[in-house]
Every structure is written in C-alpha cells, then in structure tokens.
C-alpha cells in the first residue's frame, strides 16, 4: 500500500523559512516522478513542484519560482520542499504526490501538512 | 497557462439519480485530461485520466467523456459516499492546472 506522510509545516512569519519532508513508503520511489500540491483551506488545488525519479527535472509554478526548492533523496524515500520567502498568500494544506506512469497525473496522495504565514 | 473551467460550482442531486459535471479548458489538452474526488477533511483520489480512463479501483457508475476542450464526469446512480468536491486537471503542458471545483449536494 502506498504511504506518503508529511511533516514539518507550522506558523511562520511573512519572509522566513520552512522545510517541509514526505516519507515515502509501498511502492518503488525511486522510479516515480514526484509533486508538491497545496490547498488554501476551503479553495481549490494548486500544482506547486514536481521532481524527475532521477532529481535531473524539476519544475515550479510561477509564483514560488526562485522560492521554493523541490528534492529528493531515493536512499531514504523521501521527498522534500524547502520554502524561503514565505508570504502570507502561501498559507496552505501542502500534499506530498505520487505521479501515476501517466506523466501529470497523481495516482497517490500524503494527508498534507499545514503552512501558515502570518505575523 | 490553460484555465481549467468546471460547471456548475454547486450540484444538488437525489441518491440514484444521475449527476453530470463539465470541465472546459482554455484550449485544447486534447485527451490529458484528469478528474479527483474529494472529501472534506480528505486528500484527493483520482477517478479518471486520460479523459475516460477508470483509475484502479474506481466503480463502474463513474465515466469521462470529451476530448479538447470540453470534458464530462457522469456519476450514473449517486450513493451517498459519491457527495462531494469533485476537479479536473489538464496534463497537457506546464503548469498542470486545476478547476475551481464542482460540490455535489445531497439534494
């Protein structure tokens, strides 16, 4: 059975950091591509990042380009997203995500962690 | 970007009945097309990919329809777990994006 549990969310404030970790577990990490999805609480889905099996491919939605980081260690099953600059637009559920074999479709997803930026 | 449109944004319909929501794409995705179901306090579960393609798992009663830029979810008898958010998301190109999402209501 696939398992995806994140951690590491919480309240920050408007321009610092967070690193938010998804352990990987029931299926062959190392070959799926991987993603970062977030919900405002009440809204809609947002694709944030998703990552290569390889770590070689990495792509961002446009308002956390050059913010937020995405990546991956196969050793330990793990994903990763490191996000700097925060803004209180960023408060959101986060979704560690398995990507189906179909490439841009996510067959898995974690419980979320929640991120709050406010002062 | 490709804006992902879905109607109506609130569906009330009885259990049995059938339920039909639409999705309309900005421009053509041609068949990239995926719908998630979700519950409160949940994450999300795929349902369809590939416009029409039953994830593993997913009942019978649930099928997709379209190509381009017009897609349907059609619930064929509604029981009562099936109420809830239901999202189309394109994986034609990057940034894979979202509707805005469809509530199906206990009516």
């Known amino acids: 059975e696939v398992q995806l549990v994140e951690s590491g969310g919480g309240l920050v404030q408007p321009g610092g950091s967070l690193r938010l970790s998804c352990a990987a577990s029931g299926f062959s990490f190392s070959l799926s591509w991987m993603s970062w999805v977030r919900q405002v609480p009440g809204k809609g889905l947002e694709w944030v990042a998703n990552i290569r099996q390889d770590g070689s491919d990495k792509f961002y939605e446009d308002s956390v380009m050059g913010r937020f980081t995405i990546s991956r260690d196969n050793a330990k099953n793990s994903l990763y997203l490191q996000l700097d600059s925060l803004r209180p637009e960023d408060t959101a559920m986060y979704y560690c995500a398995k990507d189906h074999t179909v490439f841009g479709v996510i067959d898995s997803w974690g419980q979320g962690t929640l991120v709050t930026v406010s002062s | 970007e490709i804006v992902m449109t879905q109607s109506p944004a609130t569906l009330s319909v009885s259990p049995g009945e059938r339920a039909t929501l639409s999705c309309r794409a900005s421009?053509?995705?041609?068949?990239?097309l995926a719908w998630y179901q979700q519950k409160p306090g949940q994450a999300p579960r795929l349902l369809i990919y590939?416009?029409?393609t039953r994830a593993t798992g997913i009942p019978g009663r649930f099928s997709g329809s379209g190509s381009g830029t017009e897609f349907t979810l059609t619930i064929s008898s509604l029981q009562s777990e099936d109420f809830a958010v239901y999202y189309c998301?394109?994986?034609?190109?990057?940034?894979?994006?979202f509707g805005q999402g469809t509530k199906l209501e206990i009516k």
């Open positions: 590939d416009a029409s």
């Open positions: 998301q394109h994986y034609f190109n990057w940034p894979q994006t």
């Open positions: 421009q053509s995705v041609i068949s990239k």
